[in-house]
């Protein structure tokens, strides 16, 4: 039974990040529709579209400590439950205000799943796998987005942004129930010295680490939160057409995540695949700058690969992360590193807005490509989770039963 569980511990712990996903990432795909229905400016749809980071940053650290302290499945179910009802109340509002900040209430509680189900793959997987497994969690990201961008347009046609909220409580219902009925706790190990005196919070590797990831996530953010407003209004595609390319997207980067998670395992290494992948991000983003008036034949591969490569790097980071804090602190480290991310999250969407309605689209594509390359010169610093880090991330089952 042991061999196998870990595997169901993944698919719970994908699942029910997925279903939280569709509202963190996929909400984007109903920035038209928001803007039509609440009759929002660019710049409050900005706003909107990082509500839900502001009110994860605000949780992300004590939802984490909490996971540490009391599991990983009560943490999930709590958070997600309410997350939902935060979600079926944004159905009900009618102002940019009422909208803002119940979808940041909805964010702050719909957080708890990030540490917590990324704790519980973490547990259950050995060293040599972990990346893969991390990686395949991690899909659960561009798995929540696509499902989002592929549907929510469609609802929001058929019964406006009212029934998509109710769409979005109701995946968070699923997720929480598979959550709770897929996931236990590994098999406890006992601390080491290190994890018991200096834990994530006090370890400089750890800020280096959240802080270079952050760096890149303000390119990823710019594609992921504003292809398809840009799409859709600068380069006149439908909302279905423009949506349709961020669910390409999403669906790649399920791919680029596993694929780069097995590479890592293989390399015995996160932090050097980050900034290979870092600079081709960079570079990525920079060329969307330059064809954001191109044909569209030129600019649509350039976007989705742009895209792609923002998605791909997210598993290393964590999986880096949990290594370095070891499972005993996992939901902690884990915590801090979201809140890092949060920061970035939270303060794009309004800043690259900001950015394209005081200068152009190309100006603030062209800012956020600086994000990654400080990004590379920043994980430069960070070294890579000793053999013995890797290791004591297992909870103490034995290697016959992974």
Same mark, same amino acid.
């Given at each position: ?49 990082? $509500? ?45 205000? @009422? ?14 799943? %990030? ?33 989002? $961008? ?13 029934? @998509? ?53 303000? $390119? ?29 997207? %999403? ?5 680029? +995540? ?74 902690? $480290? ?52 000793? +053999?013995?880090? +890797?290791? +004591? ?10």
């Amino acid at each position: 039974m042991a061999d196998g569980y870990r595997w169901i511990v993944l698919a719970g712990g994908t699942l029910a990040q997925a279903s939280f996903a569709a509202v963190s990432v996929g909400l984007p795909a109903l920035a038209p529709a928001l803007r039509s229905d609440y009759g929002l400016s660019l710049g409050e749809t900005g706003v909107v579209l990082g $509500a839900v980071g502001v009110g994860m940053l605000l949780t992300l650290l004590p939802w984490g400590l909490l996971a540490d302290r009391v599991g990983e499945r009560a943490v999930i179910a709590i958070g997600l439950i309410g997350a939902a009802a935060a979600l079926a109340a944004a159905a009900e509002t009618s102002t940019f205000a @009422a909208l803002t900040c119940v979808l940041a209430l909805a964010g702050a509680l719909g957080a708890s799943v %990030n540490g917590a189900s990324g704790r519980a793959v973490m547990g259950w997987f050995g060293e040599e796998e972990r990346g893969l497994a991390l990686g395949i969690r991690q899909t659960s990201i561009p798995i929540g987005g696509a499902v989002a $961008a592929a549907s929510l347009p469609w609802l929001a046609s058929a019964g406006g942004t009212r029934l @998509a909220f109710f769409a979005l409580a109701g995946a968070c219902v699923a997720g929480a129930a598979v959550g709770a009925g897929l996931i236990r706790d590994a098999p406890p190990r006992p601390a080491v010295l290190d994890e018991l005196t200096r834990g994530p919070l006090l370890d400089v590797r750890m800020w280096l680490l959240g802080t270079g990831s952050g760096l890149y996530l303000i $390119a990823q953010t710019a594609i992921t939160s504003f292809v398809v407003l840009f799409l859709h209004q600068h380069r006149g595609l439908s909302a279905h057409a423009a949506a349709a390319v961020l669910a390409a997207i %999403n669906l790649l980067g399920i791919g680029a +995540r596993i694929g780069v998670g097995r590479w890592s395992d293989r390399l015995h290494a996160r932090i050097g695949p980050m900034r290979e992948i870092g600079i081709a991000l960079a570079a990525a983003t920079a060329l969307v700058a330059v064809l954001v008036d191109a044909p569209l034949a030129v600019l649509l591969p350039a976007v989705v690969a742009c895209g792609v490569l923002g998605l791909a790097w997210n598993g290393l980071s964590f999986t880096a992360a949990a290594e370095t804090a070891g499972a005993a602190r996992s939901g902690e $480290a884990l915590g801090l590193q979201q809140t890092l991310l949060g920061i970035v999250v939270a303060g794009v969407p309004p800043a690259f807005a900001a950015i394209v309605e005081m200068s152009s689209w190309r100006a603030a594509f062209a800012a956020a490509a600086a994000g990654p390359v400080l990004g590379v010169i920043t994980l430069r610093r960070v070294p890579e989770p000793t +053999r013995g880090e +890797r290791i +004591r991330g297992t909870s103490a089952i034995p290697p016959a039963a992974r």
